[in-house]
Structure formats: structure tokens, C-alpha cells
């Protein structure tokens, strides 16, 4: 792999920010419904788990691309060969491609339910995918940059959950572990919507600046 030109590098603090704005999005809307149908009220451990986790994966993926190549397509190749690896980095393409349409019609879903219940699926979505193509084709650093401004924006509504916590009532957090281990699992694994996209680390790795900072 060619080496990346430090211009087009980002420093290691937006790293950050590249991976929260992928997982903070439509599946942050619904996991609460979805998990406490499995564990209950003992559904805030499987998001304790599920986020234990990912930091986990976290470590691993850093392992990988510290012990062999910089990025997830040449990783494949020094393990598995051109050809086995060239397959693997052909499906990975597909499951990308299979989290984008995910992604997207469950946004335009939203959309209808809340705003525009006739809206033209096809249509918005095309329109929407033209203003993606257009961002990414400015470079990196210009995707990084509508990352961070998705995730710092709408940090101010975190303020408002706060208004809400005089009227909690903590009660409902008892009985802890009143669900089996088995079912704490499932619902973590119900979870993966919510903290998908980090994957995408193994991807842009070489675009960030002192990489052994970004850790943090």
C-alpha cells in the first residue's frame, strides 16, 4: 500500500469522532425496546456487556494492524494469500454495502413515520446518497469533519436527559440479575445495530497521525 500523504492525514484525537458518528445513529432510536423484551429490567447490564465488548474488539483490531499491515485489504492478502484474501476483502465490500442500505432506510423510515408518511423512498434516498457521494468525494478529512460536527452538534441533547432524572424512578432496576447469563448474552448480541461501524477502524488506519495516540 501506498504511503498516505500527511495533508490528507487527521490528527488522532478525531478518531474518536470517526467511530462514535457511526455508532450513534439509527440504531440508538430502538435497541431499549428490543433488548428488554430479552433481558427485562436487567437489559442495562447486556449494554454494559456489549460496550465491554467493543472495547475488547477495540484492542484487538490495534493488535492487527500493529502486528501486520496498516489497513484491512492487505491484512487479508498477508494472511490468506491474493486470492483467499481477495475474497475476503470482496465480502467485506458486500457487508458495507449491506450496513449502508441498513443505515439508510431505516433513516428514511424515521423520517416517514415521524414527518413525511407519503415521502418518495426511492427519490429521498437517491438525493441523500448523491449529498454522501459528494461529501466523500472531498476527501477523508472532509468525511471526518461531518462526523465530528454530527457527534458534537447534538451532544447539548444529553443536557435534557438530565431534567428527566428527578421523575426516575430507580426502583425499577431491581430485581438485579433476575435474568438468566443466557439472556443477558442475546440481548447484547441485539445490541450490535447500536454499536456497529467501528469496524471500519481496520479501514482508515492509515489516515490518522500518530496512531499510537489515537488508543486513547
Request: some cysteine; proline content about 3%.
Amino acid at each position: 500500500m501506498q504511503s498516505v500523504p500527511e495533508n490528507r492525514k487527521i490528527s488522532p484525537s478525531l478518531v474518536f469522532f470517526a467511530i462514535s458518528s457511526v455508532q450513534i445513529g439509527v440504531g440508538a432510536l430502538g435497541f431499549q425496546r428490543i433488548i428488554a423484551k430479552t433481558a427485562g429490567y436487567d437489559a442495562w447490564i447486556s449494554v454494559i456487556i456489549a460496550g465491554l465488548a467493543t472495547n475488547m474488539i477495540m484492542w484487538i483490531m490495534y493488535k492487527i494492524v500493529e502486528l501486520g499491515k496498516e489497513d484491512l485489504g492487505e491484512n487479508h492478502r498477508y494472511v490468506f494469500g491474493k486470492w483467499i484474501g481477495g475474497i475476503f476483502n470482496t465480502f467485506f465490500i458486500f457487508y458495507f454495502i449491506s450496513f449502508i442500505i441498513i443505515v439508510l432506510r431505516t433513516y428514511i423510515e424515521i423520517v416517514q413515520v415521524w414527518m413525511f408518511p407519503d415521502l418518495n423512498v426511492f427519490m429521498f434516498a437517491l438525493f441523500f446518497l448523491v449529498l454522501c457521494i459528494y461529501i466523500v468525494r472531498g476527501g477523508f478529512r472532509t468525511v471526518v469533519g461531518i462526523a465530528f460536527f454530527g457527534v458534537v452538534l447534538p451532544s447539548y441533547l444529553i443536557i435534557l436527559f438530565g431534567f428527566t432524572i428527578p421523575y426516575a424512578d430507580f426502583h425499577h432496576f431491581f430485581p438485579i440479575f433476575d435474568h438468566s447469563l443466557k439472556d443477558l448474552i442475546i440481548a447484547s448480541k441485539q445490541m450490535s445495530l447500536t454499536y456497529m461501524g467501528y469496524e471500519s477502524f481496520l479501514i482508515y488506519y492509515p489516515f490518522i497521525k500518530e496512531k499510537q495516540k489515537s488508543k486513547k
